[in-house]
């Protein structure tokens, strides 16, 4: 019974992203899902890629957290649209939430959106949200098992950005195992290492996003 009750709740939800896929097709708005831990990096990646797109591509950002504004706050500062969802102490986004955002920010005016999930590595990857790519974001102080921990969030993905890669002579962190275990669950996982401090392999991603926008 309550397996059953589990399967309408993803339903509606996938019925609910599938609208705001066709809102964004309709809008030309690529969209990406990034998806991490708390911590990894979500907002500095977000952050940086906007220094570098400034004036190139218009971006816009939904930003999904438990409960603060910090994270819309420092994206606002880049003068870009943002909204904000509070899950209230939710764990994941939703396709509702992501729905209503949707609803609040101008799509006509922008080409690049980047909704920033909940830190976590479970649960989002169970909730389709209307987007066209899902990024994670690992970091080398998280170890280089997380692939294997949580499979379906690389299962799901379409790009790892592996950031804090500046602390890899600190840090016990085997690049070479962490890559095979992302092939071991996903052959066709990008993987980029970066660093949001230093700026190294930002310029990789951001071309992969491009990449990804011309092939629409
Ligand atoms: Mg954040
Ligand atoms: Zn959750």
């Known amino acids: 019974m309550e397996i059953k009750v589990l399967k309408n709740i993803l339903s509606a939800n996938d019925q609910i992203a599938e609208r705001n896929r066709g809102l964004l097709d309709k809008n030309n708005v690529f969209t990406v899902n990034i998806m ?41 500062k880049e003068g870009v649209p943002v909204i904000q969802i ?54 080398v102080p998280e170890g280089d098992d997380k692939p294997f921990k949580y499979p379906l969030m690389f299962h799901e993905a379409d790009i790892v950005l592996l950031n804090k890669i500046d602390l890899l002579p600190y840090v016990k962190f085997d690049l070479k ?5 992302i092939r071991s669950i996903n052959e066709k996982l990008e993987i980029i290492p970066i660093s949001c401090t230093t700026g190294q392999g930002i310029g990789e991603w951001v071309s992969w996003l491009r990449a990804q926008m011309n092939q629409r």
């Open 36 to 76: 991490s831990s708390p911590g990894a990096g979500k907002t500095s990646l977000i952050l940086e890629t906007l220094k570098r797109l400034k004036g190139k591509t218009r971006i816009g950002v939904i930003e999904g957290d438990v409960s603060s504004s910090m994270d819309a706050e420092a994206v606002g």
């Open 86 to 139: 509070n899950t209230g102490g939710g764990c994941h986004l939703d396709a509702n939430m992501v729905q209503n955002a949707l609803d609040n920010i101008p799509l006509p005016d922008i080409d690049l959106l980047f909704i920033e999930n909940v830190g976590n590595l479970i649960c989002p990857a169970g909730f389709a949200l209307g987007g066209h790519k899902r990024a994670i974001v690992s970091s």
């Open 177 to 181: 195992a962490f890559s095979q275990a």
